[in-house]
């Protein structure tokens, strides 16, 4: 059998030909940046999380910026977030001028240990950016409570959650402003970069529209200090076909994912664990165990793709490792055991058996 890779871009049959498609006609078109069909793009999204305003974007990344430069959060403000996450949620703050103060992540879940966030919070403290690990989504009805208590703004970093809900709802909703990213590897991903920010206020959506486009509130006059940062025509007419898709996919994801819990859960190894009140979209399916590096090395003799997601805690690197942390012993140790294996949309059983069976064998050993 061919190798299993940990992330299969392969598109769903059919989808090549409507996507080439599309791509024509824009090209056709002629009109490439800001036009009819990123604002399709950006209603279809809203209607999908059931949000007001969604406005697109160049990556998560400038998302996460211009949410924080709208909300007024800038130089000097302490921005509360986890240091178990993509880089670069903190790279955003730290862009902005902001500075970052780093908070562990609960054990199970691997979301936001909000006890630990708490004790960090001081008057300096402006917002707080809970990430939804993985696609997993943190408790946020007590990161609500805790900014309301605390006056804090929220930005939901929901660049690996699309479509995962939270009592019923989609995440992404509950932020005063929400960032999604289009990386090509997202559960809903682009050919290229694109990200997207969601906000129910429309003051907030009137911010981003011009921020995105440097500032300005009408041709050619400058108000705020903005970026370059736009979706472009070509990716939203992609990503505007990729989402009709992406609960299909997403429950997809979550039938591998069980399959692998059920099939693997009297080994010694342990899972992320999704609460009740929650539906993840595992963007990611991680193991969790001591033996990581050996395991990582033995699947990937065998063919079987696998990875390490994030190999170095954020607040020990070498660009965030003067701001705020103390010690985050879990964050550090999930770095050390955690270990990634393939959950894409288009695993078949057959390849998904080949990397339970070898998963098996290394622990018989
Ligand atoms: C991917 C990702 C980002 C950054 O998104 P880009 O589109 O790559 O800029 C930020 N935060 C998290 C949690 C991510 O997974």
């Given at each position: 059998?061919?190798?299993?890779?940990?992330?299969?871009?392969?598109?769903?049959?059919?989808?090549?030909?409507?996507?080439?498609?599309?791509?024509?006609?824009?090209?056709?078109?002629?009109?490439?940046?800001?036009?009819?069909?990123?604002?399709s793009f950006e209603k279809a999204f809203a209607k999908f999380l059931g949000v007001k305003y969604a406005?697109?974007?160049?990556?998560?990344?400038?998302?996460?910026?211009?949410?924080?430069?709208?909300?007024?959060?800038?130089?000097?403000?302490?921005?509360?977030?986890?240091?178990?996450?993509?880089?670069?949620?903190?790279?955003?703050?730290?862009?902005?001028?902001?500075?970052?103060?780093?908070?562990?992540?609960?054990?199970?879940?691997?979301?936001?240990?909000?006890?630990?966030?708490?004790?960090?919070?001081?008057?300096?403290?402006?917002?707080?950016?809970?990430?939804?690990?993985?696609?997993?989504?943190?408790?946020?009805?007590?990161?609500?409570?805790?900014?309301?208590?605390?006056?804090?703004?929220?930005?939901?970093?929901a660049?690996?959650a699309h479509g995962a809900k939270?009592?019923?709802k989609r995440v992404g909703i509950?932020?005063?402003?929400s960032?999604f990213?289009?990386?090509?590897?997202?559960n809903l991903?682009?050919?290229?970069?694109?990200?997207m920010?969601v906000?129910?206020?429309?003051?907030?959506?009137?911010?981003?529209?011009?921020?995105?486009?440097?500032?300005?509130?009408?041709?050619?006059?400058?108000?705020?200090?903005?970026?370059?940062?736009?979706?472009?025509?070509?990716?939203?007419?992609?990503l505007e076909i990729k989402l009709k898709e992406l609960d299909k996919n997403n429950?997809?994801?979550?039938?591998?994912?069980?399959?692998?819990?059920?099939?693997?859960?009297?080994?010694?190894?342990?899972?992320?664990?999704?609460?009740?009140?929650?539906?993840?979209v595992?963007?990611?399916?991680?193991?969790?165990?001591?033996?990581?590096?050996?395991?990582?090395?033995?699947?990937?003799?065998?063919?079987?793709?696998?990875?390490?997601?994030?190999?170095?805690?954020?607040?020990?690197?070498?660009?965030?490792?003067?701001?705020?942390?103390?010690?985050?012993?879990?964050?550090?140790?999930?770095?050390?055991?955690?270990?990634?294996?393939?959950?894409?949309?288009?695993?078949?059983?057959?390849?998904?058996?080949?990397?339970?069976?070898?998963?098996?064998?290394?622990?018989?050993?």
């Amino acid at each position: 059998m061919k190798n299993v890779p940990l992330i299969d871009l392969t598109l769903s049959k059919g989808l090549n030909k409507k996507i080439s498609k599309a791509i024509g006609e824009v090209i056709e078109s002629k009109s490439y940046i800001l036009g009819s069909r990123v604002e399709s793009f950006e209603k279809a999204f809203a209607k999908f999380l059931g949000v007001k305003y969604a406005v697109g974007v160049g990556s998560g990344t400038d998302a996460l910026r211009l949410a924080l430069r709208a909300l007024g959060i800038g130089q000097g403000d302490k921005v509360i977030t986890v240091a178990f996450t993509s880089p670069f949620t903190a790279v955003a703050i730290v862009e902005e001028g902001s500075i970052p103060v780093f908070c562990d992540v609960d054990e199970k879940t691997y979301t936001i240990d909000l006890a630990n966030a708490e004790r960090k919070i001081d008057k300096r403290v402006k917002a707080i950016i809970p990430v939804h690990i993985y696609g997993n989504p943190c408790q946020i009805d007590h990161v609500l409570a805790i900014a309301k208590k605390h006056n804090l703004k929220i930005i939901e970093d929901a660049c690996q959650a699309h479509g995962a809900k939270y009592k019923g709802k989609r995440v992404g909703i509950f932020g005063d402003l929400s960032a999604f990213s289009f990386y090509p590897t997202k559960n809903l991903g682009a050919f290229g970069d694109g990200g997207m920010i969601v906000t129910n206020s429309s003051s907030l959506a009137k911010k981003i529209y011009s921020l995105r486009h440097g500032g300005q509130t009408k041709r050619f006059w400058h108000v705020y200090k903005g970026v370059n940062s736009r979706l472009d025509e070509i990716q939203a007419a992609i990503l505007e076909i990729k989402l009709k898709e992406l609960d299909k996919n997403n429950r997809k994801r979550e039938r591998l994912a069980k399959r692998y819990i059920k099939e693997l859960s009297d080994l010694p190894v342990i899972f992320q664990q999704v609460t009740k009140n929650s539906n993840s979209v595992y963007h990611l399916f991680t193991i969790r165990t001591k033996k990581r590096t050996r395991l990582m090395n033995y699947l990937r003799e065998g063919g079987i793709g696998c990875d390490i997601y994030y190999p170095y805690p954020t607040h020990l690197q070498p660009l965030f490792k003067n701001y705020e942390a103390g010690s985050l012993p879990t964050t550090e140790s999930l770095d050390r055991e955690l270990l990634a294996i393939p959950i894409s949309p288009t695993l078949s059983s057959k390849e998904q058996d080949k990397v339970i069976l070898r998963i098996r064998n290394f622990f018989k050993k």
